[in-house]
């Protein structure tokens, strides 16, 4: 566990995009409010509702978090961004986002938060892969995971197991990063390159996830390939862009 007595006390912003969670969404925010990481830091909860069209935001208005409420649905990448735009305005040392369907344990939340308070790194990534415990994602996810991870080595040299994990932390310059651009339509895989080529320090930690615990993915096998597609051209546009500006 984080513990320390010299470090000053960061604030730190728990991001949850939400979008049709009405089954699992008090059970994150309530098990995030139960942790306790030793006067390292304090938390708070941003959830953001993704104009969702079931009872989500009359759930969050019950539960004990900060929420913002879009008004149009922006998809993951654009109400990231929207968390990420909130953490850094007020001033936050540290973003973490989280699902919200229950798939990422706040007990888990301590081993991507220590690398940062370390000053190991400035992106920390959760991942399933690197100890194999716990929910490991369908066999086509998994292929395309193998897939992003080769991809992201070719372009910039980086080897990122569990690319599209959405269980992740930054610090203060990886949020002004994100604040400033943040890829909007598949931004987990996407922001592994543009983090990379700002040359920030990217660690990946093993983490234990589990199932959903609620709703319904929007990825499912028929729409895999798809996906891969899509994701592929969204990292190779932002490699050019931003491989560009660098030059």
Known sequence: MISNTLRPVARVLVIIPCYNEEEAITAVVQ????????????????????CSTDSTLDILKQLNCKYLDLPVNLGIGGAMQAGYKFAFRNGYDVAVQMDG????????????????????AD???GSRFLVKEGFQSSIARRIGIKYFRWLNQFLIGITVHDSTSGFRAFNGQALQLANDYYPDEYPE??????????????????????????????????????????VTLGILFIYIR????RT
């Open 189 to 230: 895989p996407e922001s592994i390159v543009q983090f990379g080529l700002s040359n920030l320090r990217i660690k990946e930690i093993a983490v234990t996830m589990q199932e959903r615990q609620g709703g319904v993915s929007s990825i499912n096998t028929s729409r895999a390939f798809y996906y891969m597609l899509k």
């Open 31 to 50: 098990s995030i409010n139960k942790i306790d990481i030793n006067n390292v830091a304090t938390i708070d909860i941003l959830v953001v509702n993704d």
């Open 123 to 125: 992106v920390v990534i």
């Open 101 to 120: 369907d229950g798939q990422h344990p706040a007990q888990e939340l301590h081993k991507i938060l220590l690398p940062i308070f370390n000053d190991e």
């Open 242 to 245: 931003l491989f560009n500006k």
